[in-house]
């Protein structure tokens, strides 16, 4: 199963994104899809994921209600809302499929997207 990632871009603080993780091929029912975001000179940060079949969300503590993960099975796709963007966003998001949330290994990766923020 490969992963492509989209959908990031440039944007204001406040403004609200929504990225795309595209699957090919059959996903589990078990399988986890996560979303990470790095920063430059930063490390890989875990931000939300969620179980493929029966869609249990989890998010990092640093969310604060402010993202949304979601998946349309229909389209072999997960979803992350951002609302309410700050300068402190700004990074590549990353989603990966493992079969835990947040931990590995994971199987596959998408290449990634940029979402920057401005003031």
């Known amino acids: 199963v490969q992963l492509q990632a989209s959908g990031g871009g440039s944007v204001q603080a406040g403004d609200s994104l929504t990225l795309s993780c595209a699957a090919s091929g059959r996903i589990f029912s078990s399988a986890v899809i996560n979303w990470f975001r790095q920063d430059p000179g930063k490390e890989r940060e875990f931000v939300a994921s969620?179980?493929?079949?029966?869609?249990?969300?989890y998010y990092a503590d640093f969310v604060k209600g402010r993202f949304t993960i979601s998946r349309d099975t229909a389209k072999n796709t997960v979803y992350l809302q951002i609302n309410s963007l700050k300068l402190e966003d700004t990074a590549t998001y990353y989603c990966?499929?493992?079969?835990?949330?947040?931990?590995?290994?994971?199987?596959?990766w998408g290449q990634g997207t940029l979402v920057t923020v401005s003031s």
């Open positions: 969620i179980r493929w079949g029966a869609g249990t969300t």
């Open positions: 990966a499929r493992g079969t835990t949330p947040g931990t590995g290994p994971y199987y596959s």
